[in-house]
């Protein structure tokens, strides 16, 4: 994605066309800057309880206040496919130690 932001910008600001952005570049860039690729660990972000009991009430009350039928409500069971698309590494900075999961 750097790279090719990198092409958006020289077409914009009429840059050299000499430089490219390789990989080794990207790399390099990287190592500089102390960005690494972790893996996502653990459940430290697992879902929080309260958060979870205070949208039901909200639900709830949108429902009475809106006068929604039963019709109306549609059911998000289908995102549970969407699980396997969460990513499993990510960029971290070089003082980071570990990336935070959540529970699938």
């Known amino acids: 994605m750097i790279q090719q932001e990198d092409l958006n910008f020289k077409s914009k600001l009429r840059g050299s066309k000499e430089f490219q952005t390789s990989s ?39 429902i009475v206040l ?17 699980w396997r698309a969460l990513p499993m590494k990510t960029l971290a900075a070089e003082n980071e130690a570990v990336a935070p999961g959540r529970k699938r």
């Open 66 to 82: 809106e006068k929604l039928t039963a019709g109306q409500i549609c059911n998000c069971n289908e995102t549970g496919l969407y």
């Open 24 to 62: 080794a570049w990207l790399e390099k860039f990287k190592n500089r800057h102390g960005i690494r690729q972790l893996s996502i660990v653990g459940e430290k972000l697992s879902s929080d309880i309260k958060a979870g009991n205070s949208f039901i009430a909200e639900l709830q009350d949108l």
